[in-house]
């Protein structure tokens, strides 16, 4: 039993790990949040009081960092400005958020020797052709495309760098797309439930025949306890669940399941710089540490996932409004 600091745990994922925790295990959770635009505090509703905290603050701020680092067993670190979109137009908060913020936390858990877990994105690879027969492995030299991926690819390197010169006892991992519950209506899958409970058209970008490698939160929580309680420390591990699906696909899936013509979407202006493909090889995570995702039907994860959202309209309606004008202002 131990304390554990959530980084960004209002987020998505990181909200999703928060559950996971204290449904699974005896730990106790603190979360520490800036409260972004990104986060939700109904995603945190209803968790025990004895064993869970929210602090608003920033992960950046030394003062608010240290003395929570100090008090904590290890340190799970989700915080991040995460969305591609929004890191084309200001990359100035990818910067203070996931570099700037993560170098405070190693320092501090540097100072107070913490167990540290960094989480990251198999975007920091860079992208794949289609017809690739390689995934992303643990070697696979980083590429990275975008401002998010770039910095998130920074801040991989800042943990790798503090392990060598400083011992910190630290694991990383870098994980595909996540789908599910709790996810910031400006991503791909849930903007597109949303727009359909909303009676707006769906919208591709260009003909939509990028790849993703999706896996649901739920699987990527249980991956990271299982590197949190037996990774090796120093080391890297890929998490994926062999999810590789077009975007075309994928919507015409939420369509069907949601009742509507498979055609019934528009398509949009292209994201500049899009990357292609990403596919993740997670052999070492399943063979190592003996790992295994859950949801392994996607089909049956989506329907869970458009049931959410028919479910939760008041988490996400009074965000759609403003998520939709600013995606109109790009053509998107
Ligand atoms: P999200 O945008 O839904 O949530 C990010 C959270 O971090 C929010 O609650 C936000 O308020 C908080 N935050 C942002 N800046 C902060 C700061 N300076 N101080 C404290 N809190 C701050 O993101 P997500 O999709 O849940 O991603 C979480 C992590 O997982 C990120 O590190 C991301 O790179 C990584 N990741 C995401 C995916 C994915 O598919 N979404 C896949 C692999 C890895
Ligand atoms: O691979 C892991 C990454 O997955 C994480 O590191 C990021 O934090 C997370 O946001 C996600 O990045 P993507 O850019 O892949 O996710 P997004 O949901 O923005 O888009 C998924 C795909 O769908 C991408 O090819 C762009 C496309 N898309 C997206 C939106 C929002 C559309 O076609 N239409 C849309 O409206």
């Known amino acids: 039993m131990g304390k554990i600091l959530v980084t960004g745990g209002a987020g998505f994922i990181g909200s999703n790990f928060v559950h996971y925790l204290l449904e699974n295990t005896d730990h106790s959770v603190v ?31 030394t003062d608010i960092v240290d003395p929570l680092v ?4 290890a340190v799970v670190h989700y915080a991040a400005e995460s969305h591609n979109d929004n890191s084309l137009n200001d990359p100035t908060p990818f910067i203070h958020t996931n570099l700037i913020g993560t170098f405070t936390l190693l320092e501090a ?45 920074g801040s991989d390197l800042l943990v790798r760098a503090w392990v060598r010169s400083f011992g910190i006892e630290a694991t990383i991992s870098n994980c595909s797309n996540n789908y599910g519950p709790y996810q910031h ?29 999706w896996i649901h939160a739920s699987d990527h929580s249980s991956a990271v ?16 669940a062999d999810g590789e699906v077009n975007n075309i696909t994928v919507l015409r899936s939420i ?10 979407f528009e398509h949009v202006v292209d994201r500049p710089g899009h990357d292609l493909r990403y596919a993740i090889d997670g052999s070492r995570l399943r063979a190592e540490l003996g790992w295994e995702p859950q949801f392994t039907n996607f089909e049956a994860g ?24 600013k995606y109109a202002k790009a053509g998107q």
Do not use: C
């Open 31 to 61: 979360v520490l949040d800036k409260m972004t635009y990104a986060a939700n505090e109904m995603s945190l509703a209803g968790l025990p009081a004895d064993r869970f905290e929210l602090v608003k603050g920033d992960i950046a701020d």
């Open 70 to 73: 100090k008090a904590a067993d």
């Open 109 to 153: 858990v540097r100072r107070h020797k913490t167990r540290y877990h960094h989480i990251s994105t198999d975007e920091v690879f860079g992208d794949l052709e289609l017809d690739d027969p390689a995934k992303f492995t643990e070697t696979t030299p980083y590429n990275p495309s975008s401002p998010y991926s770039s910095t998130k690819a």
């Open 185 to 213: 209506i400006e991503k791909f899958i849930p903007r597109q439930i949303t727009n359909i409970l909303a009676g707006i058209q769906p919208k591709l970008y260009g003909e939509g025949l990028n790849v993703r490698d």
């Open 225 to 240: 306890h299982t590197i949190l309680e037996k990774g090796k420390i120093g080391e890297t591990y890929l998490i994926g």
């Open 255 to 264: 369509l069907r399941l949601m009742g509507q013509s498979e055609d019934a």
């Open 302 to 325: 989506l329907k869970d996932t458009i049931a959410w959202y028919t479910d939760n309209r008041a988490w996400w309606e009074p965000l759609k409004a403003e998520v939709e004008a």
